[in-house]
């Protein structure tokens, strides 16, 4: 079973199964000049279909159960991976789950409206709520929220993503698991790259670094959701507030945050066609499907920054696959 390294200070509700595997992308990396390339599995993990909103719900949901909660209330969009697996958790803790999902992404297909996420959250039986376009998340969340506790239900709210302190605690102890892990495959990793949205997972790795107290890999992210000014400050905000959490009070400064948003494309969920050619080139090669919101981008990201040679020669790069390849199914009619 995965550790919880935080567990003398944070109980986690176990969710995940085994720690997620580190596995050299063999065939790929005799394509790449003077770099390895190793990827992280968090998209295998027990249930859901896996991701990383899975490592921060285990934290959320023991807060959840600590406060009396019985059931789960979260928002994000239409095709968002944390919604499905918030729903996917909250069968598996047998809690109740609400979904108010907005639609920032201007894709208007059958697909979209239908498939991936959306579909996976019918079959599993939960309220979903899809607010108008350009309507305010919070007004709707906080009114359902009313509605439910008049109802006698006692609701438990998630920020999008599930990236507040506490869930990012779920990307500090990943970020001890890929310590030890490295430790035991007596491998050094130069760099951890991560797609970066609502910053939760950067900023958790970053705390968890700053709370093992040592040098480590320099911990990068390419953002598909902000730019690149935006995500460095939200992603500082919040390795402040979870290492605060983690007892760790010392200074963290901006230039420790590394963001890059040149693979963003037009915006958030819109694709682009070097996220398609890294999709297709991890799938030819390795037979691992990417997403196209995400690791896609991301994973493009670090195909361009390899080419530009952006990592010193002989780095060891570990790219965490983060999920989200359900999502891949509403975007069947954009496929470039
Ligand atoms: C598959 C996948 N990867 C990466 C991210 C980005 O993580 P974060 O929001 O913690 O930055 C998300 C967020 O929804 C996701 O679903």
Known sequence: MKKNYLEHKYQAYPLIGNP?????????????????VYLKRDDVMDIGLGGNKLRKLEYLI???ISQ?????LTTGGVQSNHARLTAAAAARAGMHCELVLSQPVPIDTLNYNNNGNILLEQIMGVTVQIIPKGATVQTFLDARCAELIAQG???????????????????ANCYLEIMEQSQQMNMEFSHILVP???SGTHAGLLAGQKFAAQAGP???????????AQTKRTTLEKTIATANLLGYTEMIHDTEVFVNDAYRGEGY???TSSMWSALRLLAQTEGIFLDPVYSGKAFAGMLGDIEQQKFPKGSNILFIMTGGTAGLFAYQDLVG
């Open 269 to 271: 969920g819109i694709p």
């Open 68 to 72: 009396g909660a019985d059931t789960l």
């Open 20 to 36: 997620t595997g580190i596995h050299a992308l063999s065939n790929l990396n005799r394509q790449l000049k003077d770099v390895q």
């Open 218 to 228: 320099e911990i990068r992210s390419y953002a598909v959701l902000a730019d690149e």
């Open 62 to 64: 023991q807060d959840a």
């Open 153 to 171: 239900r006692k609701p438990y709210v998630m920020p999008m993503g599930g990236s507040n302190p506490v869930g990012c605690l779920g990307y």
């Open 196 to 198: 970066n949205g609502s």
